[in-house]
């Protein structure tokens, strides 16, 4: 009998290849899985280290420590250099900031109310005095001089009241002693008030007074010459009920000086009134507050005390050489 040999059918052999050749595909893919797992740095492991590293940089300044400005900024972008607190923070204003004293003021009665003046009142810690100061005393020595008619440098006029004196040149300080009432004592007990008209050049010196005649001559003889005195200011309740406002001869509406007389206190500042606001007028030597330029001459007046106190006065017109009355007075001290 013969054998028979049956051979495997060719679909079958093919079927098998086919399957056998995905199998390899996926053993190889397994492996190159597993080779990339084994590499550092990459994989599920890199995924969890960039978190990381993102939280690091967010702690790292991003320029250098101290400067405050980035490294790519250019000079114009950095930002101003604070070296300490600010003004508000110290409590010490600028230097630059502080402006022009000018006191406070509040509204107040004059004690002689009238169209042609008002007053305002500032607190007296806002004293305006110079060299002379409320209620201080000053040393010196007392002379005398023939005062004639009791004119003198301050350019009163004439006055039949020789109770005057003259101011030595320090403390005269460019006419703002003119007007100011003192009263003067010697050693010997004696004492006298006089109104300052004048002023007593170098070298008078600083506390020296130069009293007429009529004034030394209450103190001692006018034999003894130098007497050591000590004198403060006064303000007198003897004083003109109102104070005058004077135009200096030639003042017209394009230049003017203006004079105050018969004041209680002396003159600390004098303004007048232009279009743009008040303006505060120089001091001369002669003691005429001037405005080379005609602003506010024959307009409103201001003027204040060395307490702080001020008169403003309307209708003063420019009439040159008039002694024109205002109907208000500084307030006694």
Not at 210 to 224: C, N, R
Not at 241 to 249: F, P, Q
Request: proline letters at 10%; a positive charge; charged letters at 15%.
């Amino acid at each position: 009998m013969r054998a028979t040999k049956h051979a495997v059918p060719q679909s079958r052999r093919r079927r098998g290849l086919i399957m056998g050749i995905p199998l390899a595909l996926v053993a190889v893919g397994v492996l190159v899985c597993l080779a990339f797992a084994l590499l550092p740095g990459s994989g599920g492991d890199a995924g969890a280290a960039q978190p990381a590293a993102a939280s690091v940089a967010a702690t790292e300044p991003s320029t250098p420590p101290g400067t405050g400005v980035p490294a790519d900024a250019t000079p114009s972008a950095a930002p101003p250099s604070v070296t300490g607190p600010p003004p508000s923070a110290t409590g010490t204003p600028s230097r630059s900031a502080t402006p022009t004293p000018r006191p406070s003021t509040t509204t107040a009665t004059p004690s002689a109310s009238a169209a042609t003046g008002s007053a305002l009142t500032a607190p007296s810690t806002a004293s305006l005095a110079g060299r002379i100061k409320p209620g201080a005393s000053y040393q010196g020595v007392a002379t005398s001089y023939d005062a004639a008619d009791g004119n003198g440098a301050c350019l009163f006029g004439p006055s039949a009241d020789l109770m005057i004196a003259a101011m030595n040149h320090t403390d005269y300080e460019s006419s703002k002693a003119c007007g100011a009432s003192v009263l003067v004592r010697a050693a010997n007990g004696a004492s006298v008030t006089v109104r300052i008209v004048n002023e007593c050049p170098l070298p008078c010196a600083p506390g020296q007074l130069d009293l007429s005649h009529e004034a030394f001559a209450k103190l001692a003889e006018l034999s003894v010459g130098r007497l050591p005195i000590s004198w403060t200011l006064l303000s007198l309740g003897t004083a003109p009920d109102t104070m005058s406002i004077r135009y200096k001869t030639g003042s017209t509406q394009w230049w003017c000086g203006i004079q105050v007389i018969g004041h209680r206190n002396p003159v600390a500042t004098l303004e007048v009134r232009t279009a743009s606001g008040w303006r505060q007028l120089s001091r001369t030597d002669y003691n005429y507050f001037l405005s080379p330029d005609g602003s506010g001459c024959g307009g409103p007046i201001r003027v204040t005390d060395i307490y702080g106190e001020q008169l403003t006065v309307d209708g003063i017109a420019v009439q040159p050489d008039v002694a024109q009355p205002t109907r208000v007075q500084f307030a006694r001290h």
